[in-house]
Nanobody, 120 residues
Framework: QVYLRESGGGLVQAGGSLRLSCAAS????????MGWYRQAPGKQERELVA????????DYADSAKGRFTISRDYAEAMVYLQMNSLKPEDTAVYYC?????????????YGQGTQVTVSS
C-alpha cells in the first residue's frame, strides 16, 4: 500500500503560479513513476497533467507543456508540480498519482486531491 498526501493548492488569479507537492509513504520501494492528474468541474474523468519515471523521463499533457514543470525528489519520495501562467481552465482538483510496479503487478495509487482555483 502506498499513501499519497498532496499540498499546495489554493486560489490564484489568472497568470499566477502555484506549486503542488506530494509526499509518498508506505511501500515506496517499488514506485516506478509519480505524477499528477486533474479532474475539472463537471467532468467525469481525471486527465493526466504530467508524470515522471524513475529514469527521469517526463511526459506532459499538451495543455501543460511550456507552463508546468514536474520534478521529483527521489530520496524523499516527493513529487512536485510547478504551475506557471495559470488559466481559468486549469481550475480542477489535482490528484497525486504513483505507479507501483513489481513483477507482473502494476497498481495506480491516488491521493485525496487538492483544489486549484484560477480566477479570471
Amino acid at each position: 500500500q502506498v499513501y499519497l498526501r498532496e499540498s499546495g493548492g489554493g486560489l490564484v488569479q489568472a497568470g499566477g503560479s502555484l506549486r503542488l507537492s506530494c509526499a509518498a509513504s508506505g511501500s515506496i520501494g517499488n514506485i516506478y513513476a509519480m505524477g499528477w492528474y486533474r479532474q475539472a468541474p463537471g467532468k467525469q474523468e481525471r486527465e493526466l497533467v504530467a508524470k515522471i519515471t524513475n529514469n527521469r523521463e517526463a511526459d506532459y499533457a499538451d495543455s501543460a507543456k511550456g507552463r508546468f514543470t514536474i520534478s521529483r525528489d527521489y530520496a524523499e519520495a516527493m513529487v512536485y508540480l510547478q504551475m506557471n501562467s495559470l488559466k481559468p481552465e486549469d481550475t480542477a482538483v489535482y490528484y497525486c498519482n504513483c505507479l507501483w510496479s513489481r513483477r507482473d503487478s502494476n497498481i495506480n495509487y491516488y491521493g485525496q486531491g487538492t483544489q486549484v482555483t484560477v480566477s479570471s
